[in-house]
């Protein structure tokens, strides 16, 4: 496939977001970030994708726990309770390695929980972790409605 | 940790599950893996297993006699104690509704199985990086698992 993997990350610190996105870069990882900076936000991103835009709809979403306005434990459940949404891979991404916030989102059906690293080396371990699962091997899910726009798409050009 | 990741294989086929863990062997991923041959197996399993034996991981094929993939996994994500453990699909279907209704089902992760033996060391490697390198499992608990002191 050369159509980039789509990532929704939900960040609301930026110096986070800056490591996230240089780590990408830095190890080469091909991906179309989109950044969101609180958890309101990031519903409203999700939601006001109409059927005929959702090229745009994220192949997965990295969502950070401590967010202003709506946690992220309240967005993972409000993803997870849609029909539409559910579909799309939620991995967790957070300075958090408490137990009950493990445990908490792995009950809320959160894909993946990871902790933020320290340092910007140890940001490319979570790069390629995240890159040698979840885009090499994993398959995700594609909606209907977005295949058949690229199919339009490609016979229009 | 300190402590072997243990995964529960759910497959039928016996050459895919020597397949499966002779990559494991080859690609030096230390696990330790139990392997149920059906649906119906692996819930007897899963709600017999106790701390020293309740897995962290599931791979878990599709097409299964007695109980198949889907229901199997239906079931288990809407446990209120097994739901927690992650279930990655490894099963040989590419279709498109096969990875929507189980991501829908809560799948946590759907890999398809590779054709041959060397590449099923890149699959070894794509879980082993991520779930078991980088991701933080669901710590056992209720007398299920290494208490906090």
Redesign the interface.
Same mark, same amino acid.
């Given at each position: 496939m050369s159509i980039p993997t789509r990532v929704l990350l939900v960040e609301d610190n930026p110096a986070d977001a800056d490591l996230v996105m240089e780590a990408f870069e830095r190890e080469k990882i091909s991906v179309v970030i989109d950044i969101v900076q609180d958890g309101q936000a990031a519903l409203d991103y999700l939601y006001e994708l109409e059927p005929e835009a959702s090229s745009q709809r994220p192949d997965i979403i990295l969502l950070d726990l401590n967010l202003p306005r709506k946690s992220g434990q309240e967005v993972l459940a409000e993803i997870k309770a849609d029909a539409s949404l559910k579909t799309i891979p939620v991995v967790i991404l957070s300075t958090s390695a408490l137990e009950e916030d493990i445990l908490g989102t792995y009950n809320l059906h959160a894909n993946g929980y990871v902790t933020k690293p320290g340092n910007l080396r140890e940001y490319s371990k979570v790069a390629h972790g995240i890159d040698d699962f979840w885009f090499n091997i994993a398959r995700l899910p594609r909606s209907p409605s977005w295949r058949t726009y690229t199919d339009q798409d490609q016979k229009n050009n | 940790m300190g402590q072997e990741t243990r995964v529960l294989l759910v497959e039928d086929n016996p050459a895919d599950v020597d397949l499966i863990s002779e990559a494991f062997e080859r690609e030096k991923v230390g696990i330790n893996l139990n392997v149920v041959r059906d649906g119906q197996e692996a819930m007897d399993y899963l709600l017999g297993a106790n701390k020293h034996t309740r897995p962290d991981l599931i791979l878990l094929d599709l097409n299964l006699p007695r109980k198949d993939g889907r229901e199997l996994l239906a079931e288990l994500?809407e446990h209120p104690k097994l *739901? @927690?453990i /992650?279930v990655v699909i490894l099963t040989t279907s !590419?279709s !498109?509704e096969d990875?929507?209704v189980t #991501?829908?089902l809560?799948a946590? &992760? #759907? $890999?398809?199985k590779p054709r041959n033996f060397s590449e099923y060391g890149? $699959?070894i490697? &794509?879980?082993d *990086?991520?779930?078991f390198?980088?991701? *933080?499992?669901? /710590?056992q608990?209720n007398g299920n698992g290494p208490q @906090?002191s």
């Open positions: - | 994500k *739901k @927690i /992650p !590419e !498109e990875i929507l #991501y829908k809560h946590n &992760g #759907y $890999v398809t890149k $699959v490697q &794509g879980i *990086k991520f779930w390198d980088l991701a *933080k499992l669901p /710590p608990r @906090i």
